[in-house]
């Protein structure tokens, strides 16, 4: 299997989840890893698995993600396998009821990053996979990385 993995950070949290997916990535199966910045619809020749990750900020991805999801050919994904990911602050975990209200009403970025990748043609490869950070700007809560891991396995199947 060819995967890209596309993300974007701000603080470096997203990455380092696109990092541990990467890095689960063995052979015979390829993989490649691009920050949105660096996007192009060229790094989608050839590619079977397409994963796409961004941190939730103010209950979307980021403008860069959603952007460069926009600008996709509306059939630019036919034929590939797609998932998203995000990073995002737990509702359990956070004091403030502002946010739990508005992020139970306007929910997170891999939702909608799901459903764009769908919209192009995309075959979903799995349910939307999050990562915590334990505060705004990280760091990651203690065992999302070997979360990563695990999910690019069962995408894989191995
Ligand atoms: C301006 C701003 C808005 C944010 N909005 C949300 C949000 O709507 N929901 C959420 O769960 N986390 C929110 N966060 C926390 C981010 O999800 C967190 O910064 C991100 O996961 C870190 O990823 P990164 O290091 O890859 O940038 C916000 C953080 C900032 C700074």
Do not use: C
Not at 46 to 72: H, N, Q, Y
Not at 133 to 139: A, I, Q
């Amino acid at each position: 299997m060819q995967v890209l993995i596309v993300y974007d950070s701000i603080f470096g949290n997203t990455e380092k989840v696109a990092l541990a997916l990467k890095d689960s990535v063995k052979e015979p199966h390829t993989v490649q890893v691009a920050n949105v910045d660096a996007f192009s619809s060229t790094l989608l020749a050839g590619v079977d698995l397409f994963l796409v990750g961004s941190p939730t900020r103010g209950f979307r991805p980021t403008g860069a993600i959603s952007t460069m999801l926009k600008e996709l050919s509306q059939d630019a994904l036919v034929g590939i396998k797609v998932a998203a990911f995000d990073t995002r602050i737990s509702i359990k975990e956070t004091n403030s009821k502002f946010f739990k209200v508005m992020a139970s009403l306007f929910g997170y970025a891999a939702e909608s990053i799901s459903k764009a990748l769908v919209r192009h043609g995309g075959t979903l490869a799995s349910e939307t996979h999050w990562f915590i950070v334990s505060d705004k700007e990280g760091p990651l809560r203690e065992g999302e990385l070997e979360h990563a891991q695990t999910w690019m396995l069962q995408l894989l199947g191995v």
